[in-house]
């Protein structure tokens, strides 16, 4: 079993940053992959970033140059979502993920706000 914890979210203002950690905790596998999901209101979750842990990252194309995904292996395989030049549209809840073998396991959500 795997546990995935999340922290960081917040209210800004546009234009601002926030950085999301999740850290993974249990029976994690040496190949696997994290991500960043988020879900706004009214919308369907879609994928973020995702970084595998050899360190390969993709991104949405609504975050390439603003979201950086890194990930701490040595650190019980935590990974970082940094948020910056963020928009009122980028409001959502953000869920951690973490894809090992056939099996997918997610964080509870934390509420990132933009105000205009």
């Known amino acids: 079993q795997v546990q995935l914890v999340e922290s960081g979210g917040g209210s800004v203002q546009a234009g601002g940053s926030l950085r999301l950690s999740c850290a993974a905790s249990?029976?994690?596998?040496?190949?696997?992959?994290m991500a960043w999901y988020r879900q706004g209101p009214g919308k369907q979750r879609e994928l973020v970033a995702i970084?595998?842990?050899?360190?390969?990252?993709?991104y949405a194309d609504s975050v390439k140059g603003r979201f950086i995904i890194s990930r701490d292996n040595a650190a019980k395989n935590t990974v970082y979502l940094q948020m910056n030049s963020l928009k009122p549209e980028d409001t959502a809840v953000y869920y951690c993920?973490?894809?090992?073998?056939?099996?997918?396991?997610w964080g509870q959500g934390t509420q990132v706000t933009v105000s205009s």
């Open positions: 993920n973490l894809a090992q073998g056939t099996s997918n396991y």
């Open positions: 970084i595998t842990s050899g360190g390969i990252r993709t």
């Open positions: 249990g029976s994690i596998f040496s190949i696997n992959t």
